[in-house]
């Protein structure tokens, strides 16, 4: 297989392609890309459970953990005001795993960003590799157009100006030919025309996805960091109520991350999977989607001196079509204008049509070329297996950061608003307030007094 230029399989697709494959019954699965299959679906799927797996564990441990706190805590002797040893502890344990989490945030944010690069350069890819199937297309088309046109048109009228000489309109007749059978080559050579798979749907179908994508990261991320930031504001402020709220946003966004980590997890595999051989499920899925034929696929996907180009024999002929063409009409030119005046504008207007046709013809040839559309496949799989990859590895480190912190801090924020002063949610209040319980306690004595 040829390998795209500037594209090597990086040691993390290897490391991932290398862990082990099981479907739901444990059987192993081999780890080639084979996402039709049913049995490398459930290998997915698995790596999706074990996420899954994950948070229940960690909801059964946090469960229990403020299970024992509230039942298994020893009785505080009457009229103790001091807080139990290791209060601080919990809470500066709490703030480090916020502050973990906060880290976390800012790799999400970065792995985010990577992973748009890397779908944007693979779009970018596609919409270039389209452009140049376009212009091959719209070559080939123009060329046709100006033979048939010349053959209808100035060769007709040179073959009436020149019936008295027999051997002139055989030659007018021999360019016909030459200019059909060059028409006809040239035909076979727009490879792309009629395909029903269009590179610039794929890359808009990417795009609408990776958008969303990208989208529902930001959200996630600036959830967990409001979390984060007003759980610390709680604690320093020790307000319970706000600390409370965010326990149970802490909560929802626990479950946010173990799902996301086995989204993420699941892509990485697969993903490691087809990038480890990309060009077996290109060309098969190429093939069936196209219909093209092999010999086609190989050349451009492969690009390599052991693939012919399929092109070469049509291009050869066209080629030499063309120069045939031009040495009769300059022959043509000799002996019919001084014996003919009339057929100079006819013959000049082929001459036009002619050097026009070469000119499209050469940069026809540098288009169906290998070179291009290759450098537009290299280009496709580096955005998709080194930046998207990247990326990916980069939120899968912040699910798992996010999940770890979180889970500490629901551990410990119970433990931390325990500790609060019972007078939390007074120490705002105004002193000359009536609805200050401290204020209408000495009102009622005062009314006593009296």
Wanted: include cysteine; charge should be negative.
């Amino acid at each position: 297989m040829g390998t795209p230029p500037g594209y090597r399989p990086s040691a993390w697709v290897h490391l991932l392609h290398q862990l082990p494959h099981a479907d739901f019954q444990l059987r192993p699965v081999p780890s080639g890309f084979a996402p039709q299959e049913q049995e490398y679906q459930q290998a997915l799927l698995l790596v999706v459970a074990l996420a899954g797996l994950g948070l229940g564990l960690s909801l059964i441990f946090i469960a229990v953990y403020l299970i024992r706190f509230c039942c298994c805590r020893p009785p505080e002797p009457p009229g103790a005001k001091s807080p139990p040893p290791g209060g601080g502890c919990v809470t500066w344990s709490c703030i480090a795993a916020l502050l973990v989490g906060c880290t976390g945030i800012g790799i999400g944010f970065y792995g985010n960003s990577e992973t748009s690069d890397g779908v944007s350069q693979l779009s970018s890819a596609l919409l270039h590799a389209n452009h140049t199937l376009t212009a091959i297309d719209h070559l080939v088309l123009e060329m046709v157009e100006r033979l048939d046109e010349a053959v209808r048109t100035e060769l007709t009228t040179l073959e009436e100006v020149l019936t008295q000489r027999t051997e002139l309109v055989a030659a007018t007749r021999g360019a016909r030919r030459q200019a059909e059978a060059v028409a006809q080559q040239l035909q076979g050579l727009a490879f792309w025309q009629g395909v029903p798979l269009s590179p610039v749907q794929v890359a808009e179908d990417v795009s609408f996805v990776e958008e969303y994508r990208w989208l529902a990261y930001v959200l996630l991320l600036l959830l967990e960091l409001l979390v984060c930031l007003f759980t610390l504001l709680g604690l320093a402020k020790q307000s319970k109520w706000l600390v409370i709220v965010m326990t149970v946003m802490s909560l929802l966004v626990l479950v946010l991350s173990w799902g996301s980590m086995g989204l993420e997890a699941a892509t990485a595999v697969g993903l490691s999977d087809f990038c480890s051989s990309p060009d077996t499920y290109i060309l098969n899925l190429t093939r069936e989607e196209t219909g093209l034929g092999s010999d086609i696929l190989n050349y451009y996907f492969l690009c390599n001196q052991a693939v012919s180009n399929p092109f070469q024999q049509r291009l050869t002929v066209s080629q030499r079509a063309l120069a045939n063409i031009h040495s009769q009409l300059q022959g043509l030119e000799r002996e019919a204008v001084p014996q003919f005046p009339s057929a100079q504008k006819p013959l000049l207007s082929l001459e036009e049509t002619l050097n026009v046709t070469e000119g499209n013809f050469h940069q026809l040839v540098a288009l169906l070329h290998c070179r291009g559309l290759h450098k537009d496949y290299g280009a496709a799989l580096r955005g998709l297996c080194e930046d998207a990859l990247e990326g990916l590895l980069y939120l899968l480190l912040f699910s798992l950061l996010s999940a770890g912190a979180l889970a500490t801090a629901l551990c410990s924020l119970p433990r931390a608003w325990a500790l609060f002063p019972p007078s939390d949610d007074y120490d705002d209040t105004d002193d000359d307030d009536p609805f200050n319980p401290q204020e209408s306690k000495r009102f009622v004595q005062w009314q006593s007094s009296i």
